[in-house]
């Protein structure tokens, strides 16, 4: 079994409070070296790229360049997902990183906080550092608007993205609109390895949320993907943010034992025969993406 994302939560606290993130009720917790170091031996055999993602805010983490050396050590290439709020004051724990893949900067966080005094320098920081990591290297960038509306997929009434989007199109000198060459299906390439993806804002899911009483469907949770908490409990996507569906403490017990293990299999399983076996993977609206061509 390889999965193609291995989600390892560096931490839960963040900077932000994103209206279309549930904050969440766990103990704030940034994952110890020795911890992480473990966890990658642990997950070796069952794929090669982590991804620094579930809850919380990556770049907070003290020790992200020595996060980073210990994926190179080990063989793994890193994915980073932030809001991008703190990518100035970080910026030399990531650039020459040989095992940090690439970056996944939320935009849409500015948006999701009401907060409009400091766009302006919020996007000329990301651009600024965008523009010296691929100086010396090869780490791709994704900027992120997941910020649309399923009613008004190209938010003309709000018009939420224009000015973000001027700004891109000043700083790395387009000669096009982006918003009339992008689209849900495909992102855009502004510049070389740096690219713009729009797509549906989503709720996380959650168990007061309305079930799917079908029980049919389909994810790739266990199938592509697996996640793993700060505080070692495995999951099996990187949208369980609370740990619902705790299949294990990686801590305690052996990866390969957890991800074997009656639960897991079961989760996996019923997904390969499209049924959906979990109460919490039942109330998840992100899932039916998958679903239109399952």
Not at 114 to 132: L, P
Not at 261 to 282: D, H, P, T, W, Y
Request: glycine share 6%.
């Amino acid at each position: 079994m390889k999965f193609k994302k291995i989600y390892i939560e560096i931490t839960n606290a963040c900077n932000l409070a994103c209206d279309f993130c549930p904050q969440t009720k766990r103990k704030a917790e940034f994952i110890d070296i020795n911890k992480f170091s473990h966890i990658l031996d642990e997950v070796k055999p069952y794929g090669e790229y982590v991804y620094f993602h579930v809850k919380g805010e990556p770049l907070l983490h003290k020790d992200i360049d020595k996060l980073l050396d210990l994926c190179d050590e080990k063989g793994f290439k890193a994915n980073i997902t932030t809001n991008g709020t703190l990518i100035k004051n970080v910026q030399d724990k990531l650039i020459g990183k040989p095992s940090l893949r690439q970056i996944n900067i939320s935009l849409h966080s500015f948006d999701g906080n009401h907060i409009e005094n400091n766009k302006n320098k919020y996007i000329d920081d990301i651009i600024s550092f965008i523009k010296e990591i691929r100086k010396i290297g090869n780490t791709l960038i994704s900027l992120r608007l997941w910020n649309l509306g399923e009613d008004n997929a190209t938010n003309i009434k709000r018009q939420r993205n224009r000015e973000i989007l001027s700004i891109l199109e000043r700083r790395f000198n387009l000669s096009y609109k982006i918003q009339e060459e992008i689209n849900i299906s495909r992102g855009i390439k502004i510049a070389e390895g740096v690219f713009l993806n729009q797509d549906y804002e989503f709720e996380w899911p959650s168990l007061n949320a309305e079930e799917d009483k079908t029980h049919r469907g389909f994810c790739y949770g266990l199938k592509n993907q697996v996640g793993i908490l700060v505080d070692g409990t495995v999951i099996p996507c990187c949208l369980d943010g609370e740990g619902v569906i705790d299949l294990g403490n990686i801590h305690d017990t052996k990866f390969s034992e957890i991800i074997e293990g009656k639960r897991a299999m079961s989760i996996a399983q019923g997904f390969a025969n499209r049924e959906v076996v979990e109460e919490l993977c039942r109330k998840c609206g992100y899932r039916k993406r998958f679903n239109e061509n399952k």
